[in-house]
């Protein structure tokens, strides 16, 4: 058998006194579009900024193919295949749709000193990326600025998986949308999935979850608590296992 794509085991991480993971052990499988639910403060963020390199856990340790990775930084973590998109997504306001998606991986033409930037390529790839993912934003060429919120969470989303990411893990992606930009996300998503993607999906939105994932985590005070085949659970019980709350 395989090893799933991502272990994670016993990971724990604490801010002074306050302990947002404590022993967290949790695993995604290839292909699939894994949740993470939980109620504020439950530490879902907290987890993904480890896997994505950000924050470093005081114990436990993580595996990808069932080999050990640890990831010191943000950019380890994308070499290894992990993009993510955050809580709070990162976009320049003040650059355009092209030059965000290659912010900090721009292409180069030549060497040293004569290396300039390719900027009809990254155009051009930019515009492929957006079409590929039938993205809804007026052209590469736009100023993020102009863009509205679920234009914006596209262009998030597919800066992290327009590239060659097996695993796109997204925190709240669509917390801020109305409901088409929402369903347009969620074609995103399921779209990522068709093309053989993993996705580790963190959302509030139960119906969301029930309806889209393959798998889900359920955190509760930085512990994982519980974890379930999507179709083998229910918005109940997901509820009651998010809350503590005992199943009638
Ligand atoms: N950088 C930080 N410094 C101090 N405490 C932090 C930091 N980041 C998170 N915490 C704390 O860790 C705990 C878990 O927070 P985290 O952001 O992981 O929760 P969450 O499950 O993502 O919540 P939400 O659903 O509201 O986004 C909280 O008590 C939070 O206050
Ligand atoms: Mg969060």
Redesign the pocket.
Known sequence: MTPPLLEVEGVSLA??G?R?LREVSLNLREGEITALV??????????VRCIAGIYHPDEGSFRLDGEPVRFETAQQSRAAGIETVH?NLALVEDLTVWQNLFLNRELVRGIGPLAWLNRSEMKSRAADMVARLSVNVPAVTARVRRLSGGQRQAVAILRAAGFSSRLVIMD?PTAALGVRETSRVEDLIMLLREQGRSVLL?S?NLDQVTRLSDQVWV?RG?RCVAGRRTAETTGEELVALITGAKLA
């Open positions: 801010f002074g306050v947002a939980g109620d504020n403060g439950a530490g879902k963020s907290s987890l809580q709240e963190v509030h955190m930085g």
